[in-house]
């Protein structure tokens, strides 16, 4: 029952915002059912793919996707993250986590200036 209400949350708030959802899935991952980063990682790639895919559907569905901005950026964002991803299999664990503790921080710092 875990994983079916975890995910219910997790795609509840990324459906609504979005916003550090690879932070928070990942960190959902790793404390809740104890993968490792690079597998928390990659579950979450496979999720917020998921959640993604439905939440187009539903913007589109109301016509507030740019279709053509959208394809042209997807193109060199697949490369990036292709890129990104080999990189991320080559690095140590220890690293990733510094990559990973380092975009959360800054994350959380730019959420808190936009509430003050």
């Known amino acids: 029952?875990?994983?079916?209400?975890?995910?219910?949350?997790?795609?509840?708030?990324?459906?609504?915002?979005?916003?550090?959802?690879?932070?928070?899935?990942?960190?959902?991952?790793?404390i809740l059912f104890r993968l490792n980063i690079l597998q928390a990682n990659g579950t979450s790639k496979m999720m917020i793919f998921a959640t993604n895919l439905v939440a187009c559907v539903t913007y589109a569905m109301s016509d507030l996707v740019?279709?053509?901005?959208?394809?042209?950026?997807?193109?060199?964002?697949?490369?990036g993250s292709w890129v990104g991803a080999r990189t991320a299999l080559r690095m140590e664990s220890s690293?990733?986590?510094?990559?990973?503790?380092?975009?959360?921080?800054?994350?959380?710092?730019?959420?808190?200036?936009?509430?003050i």
């Open 1 to 30: 029952m875990l994983p079916i209400g975890v995910g219910f949350v997790l795609g509840l708030y990324i459906g609504m915002l979005g916003i550090a959802s690879a932070l928070i899935t990942i960190s959902t991952l790793m």
């Open 66 to 79: 740019n279709f053509s901005l959208g394809t042209l950026l997807s193109i060199p964002i697949a490369v």
């Open 95 to 115: 690293n990733m986590k510094l990559v990973f503790v380092g975009t959360a921080a800054m994350t959380i710092m730019k959420l808190i200036t936009e509430i």
